[in-house]
């Protein structure tokens, strides 16, 4: 899938390989005129300028060998590595969303793009980017990464936590709505859930009902 995100440029890349043959072309041109010019017709004015100029464009011509072969290098790497080590991925229903990121390559042709889901195992997901089929590892949500306020499996072992549409929820019995009560205590419970307000229902009353009346 890497590959599929390459900068593909044609055009850059023949242009890259015509300023290096015409580099060459003058770097010779220059470099046998500056020769005969300095040790044939002795004219010494011409014989270094044409030098110079020689020495410019093997300048030129090497600096262009530089920057293609390190960019083909960058490319065989970027081939033999994995998705994750370029891109961030966050799962959004039935497809991954992938993002660049910041100090990767440039060479990266998409900094934004999007693979739909065709299929997944435990550890992995296995998507379609255009024409091409790849596996990418899954992706951890944050509550995964970061265990969340309060007591989120009392409420929510049933919820799968792979989901991307978290929403923290804080259950309170506050004590200046039950001042009227002796011996009050203040209680809260705070989690992540996936579920709709309606159906927090059930649990709120558990909560309220979990209360205890000194």
Known sequence: MLEQLLINNDLEAITKIGLIVFLVCLSALSLGYGLSALFIDNDKFLGILTTIVAII????????????????????????????????????????????????????????????????????????????????????????????????????????????????????SRNKDNKTLPNFTERRNAFTTTKELEQLHHQFQAFCCSGRAW
């Open 57 to 172: 464009s093997i300048g030129g011509t090497y600096i262009s060998v530089t920057n293609v072969n390190k960019q083909v290098n960058e490319i065989k790497t970027i081939q033999k590595g994995h998705i994750e080590d370029y891109y961030n991925m966050t799962k959004d229903g039935k497809a991954i969303k992938f993002k660049l990121k910041n100090s990767k390559s440039k060479i990266l042709g998409k900094k934004q793009a999007e693979a739909k889901i065709i299929d997944e195992d435990s550890k992995t997901y296995q998507v379609q980017y255009k024409d091409t089929i790849d596996r990418v590892p899954k992706i951890r949500d944050r509550i995964e990464r970061k265990p969340p306020m309060g007591n989120f499996n009392k409420w929510n072992r049933d919820e799968n936590h792979e989901s991307d549409k978290l929403t923290v929820v804080l259950f309170v």
